[in-house]
């Protein structure tokens, strides 16, 4: 039998058949999918084959054959830092959930997500969500924010789940298509999803005022589907989004507006440091590159990412 992996929860798997029924599957020993060290074989969105078997009169599966990936997106797993988790596989899109406060979204972290995205060729659209709550100086840094990106090629979208605001808009961009919500902790994602999709009812919690992040109430990623056609995936909120391992040398091709230039630099192997007539920096130094996305490949390429892996997604 052949089925689509809808949740996760570590052993099993809820795996659903185009007949639309759902079974409860394991593994079958050990799975080594080549080329991917990861602390989960399989992912939300995966296509499996199981076999049924019956035990003590309960059936379940057994899964022997994954079907090969369109696209996966990945983090680096925290306790093993080799290691590397999947958090969904076969998107059409990502939404990339922002808050300016409560809790604060650094760029550094939407940077980080985007060139994963961009590394596994997943489309991601960046939605600045709560816009009902923010004061003029937020509204101008969430404008301001969406000015960078969208200069860049991203399309960003201002959100409120509360006043309805633009949720229509998100709504259509998901029709007969898999999305995953993504973001930190206490960013909207599971209110936006129950908006978008009332009869789902997934859990949602306050913002803890005490460390202004929100507490987790996804533990694992889970797909769902929608009566409008489509399917969303709704995820772990995230804290840190380590980078998983990349040559130096082509992190500058997942920053488009990087990619874009380096042909003018001076040395075809420039990495955008201290080389003479490097056409990046002059874009920097001329504001035609954001500052804050040039920090944010530094960072990448000298591997500063100790601090952005204090995460609660792998101790749940």
Same mark, same amino acid.
Not at 66 to 83: D, P
Not at 170 to 189: L, P, R, Y
């Given at each position: 039998?052949?089925?689509?992996?809808?949740?996760?929860?570590?052993?099993?798997?809820?795996?659903?058949?185009?007949?639309?029924? #759902?079974?409860?599957?394991?593994? $079958?020993? *050990?799975?080594?999918? &080549?080329?991917?060290? %990861?602390?989960?074989?399989?992912?939300? !969105?995966?296509?499996?084959?199981?076999?049924?078997?019956?035990?003590?009169?309960?059936?379940?599966?057994?899964?022997?054959?994954?079907?090969?990936?369109?696209?996966?997106?990945?983090?680096?797993?925290?306790?093993?830092?080799?290691?590397?988790?999947?958090?969904?596989?076969?998107?059409?899109?990502?939404?990339?959930?922002?808050?300016?406060?409560?809790?604060?979204?650094?760029?550094?972290?939407?940077?980080?997500?985007?060139?994963?995205?961009?590394?596994?060729?997943?489309?991601?659209?960046?939605?600045?969500?709560?816009?009902?709550?923010?004061?003029?100086?937020?509204?101008?840094?969430?404008?301001?924010?969406?000015?960078?990106?969208?200069?860049?090629?991203?399309?960003?979208?201002?959100?409120?789940?509360? #006043?309805?605001?633009?949720?229509? $808009?998100? *709504?259509?961009?998901? &029709?007969?298509?898999? %999305?995953?919500?993504?973001?930190?902790? !206490?960013?909207?994602?599971?209110?936006?999803?129950?908006?978008?999709?009332?009869?789902?009812?997934?859990?949602?919690?306050?913002?803890?005022?005490?460390?202004?992040?929100?507490?987790?109430?996804?533990?694992?990623?889970?797909?769902?589907?929608?009566?409008?056609?489509?399917?969303?995936?709704?995820?772990?909120?995230?804290?840190?989004?380590?980078?998983?391992?990349?040559?130096?040398?082509?992190?500058?091709?997942?920053?488009?507006?990087?990619?874009?230039?380096?042909?003018?630099?001076?040395?075809?192997?420039?990495?955008?440091?201290?080389?003479?007539?490097?056409?990046?920096?002059?874009?920097?130094?001329?504001?035609?590159?954001?500052?804050?996305?040039?920090?944010?490949?530094?960072?990448?390429?000298?591997?500063?990412?100790?601090?952005?892996?204090?995460?609660?997604?792998?101790?749940?």
């Amino acid at each position: 039998m052949t089925g689509l992996v809808y949740k996760s929860t570590g052993s099993w798997y809820t795996v659903k058949t185009q007949l639309g029924e #759902t079974y409860q599957c394991r593994i $079958k020993g *050990k799975f080594r999918i &080549k080329g991917i060290k %990861s602390t989960n074989p399989i992912a939300v !969105g995966d296509v499996v084959d199981f076999e049924l078997e019956k035990t003590n009169d309960v059936e379940s599966g057994i899964i022997y054959n994954i079907h090969e990936r369109k696209n996966y997106i990945v983090r680096k797993s925290v306790n093993l830092s080799k290691q590397t988790h999947i958090i969904a596989a076969n998107l059409d899109q990502v939404f990339l959930m922002i808050t300016i406060n409560n809790p604060p979204t650094l760029t550094s972290f939407i940077d980080r997500f985007l060139v994963t995205a961009e590394a596994y060729s997943i489309k991601t659209i960046l939605i600045f969500n709560k816009l009902d709550a923010y004061d003029e100086e937020a509204l101008l840094e969430a404008k301001y924010l969406a000015h960078i990106y969208r200069k860049i090629g991203y399309e960003c979208i201002g959100v409120s789940a509360k #006043t309805g605001k633009n949720v229509d $808009k998100v *709504k259509a961009m998901m &029709k007969d298509k898999v %999305s995953m919500f993504s973001g930190h902790s !206490g960013v909207g994602k599971s209110t936006l999803v129950n908006t978008i999709q009332p009869n789902l009812n997934l859990k949602t919690k306050e913002i803890s005022t005490l460390h202004m992040q929100g507490q987790h109430t996804t533990t694992f990623a889970e797909m769902f589907d929608t009566d409008f056609g489509g399917k969303i995936i709704d995820t772990p909120g995230i804290k840190g989004f380590g980078v998983v391992d990349m040559d130096k040398e082509e992190v500058g091709d997942y920053f488009p507006e990087i990619f874009a230039l380096k042909q003018d630099c001076k040395f075809n192997n420039c990495l955008h440091l201290q080389e003479p007539k490097c056409a990046v920096k002059k874009a920097v130094e001329a504001d035609e590159i954001a500052y804050s996305r040039y920090r944010s490949y530094l960072q990448i390429i000298e591997g500063e990412d100790e601090n952005y892996r204090t995460d609660n997604w792998d101790k749940e």
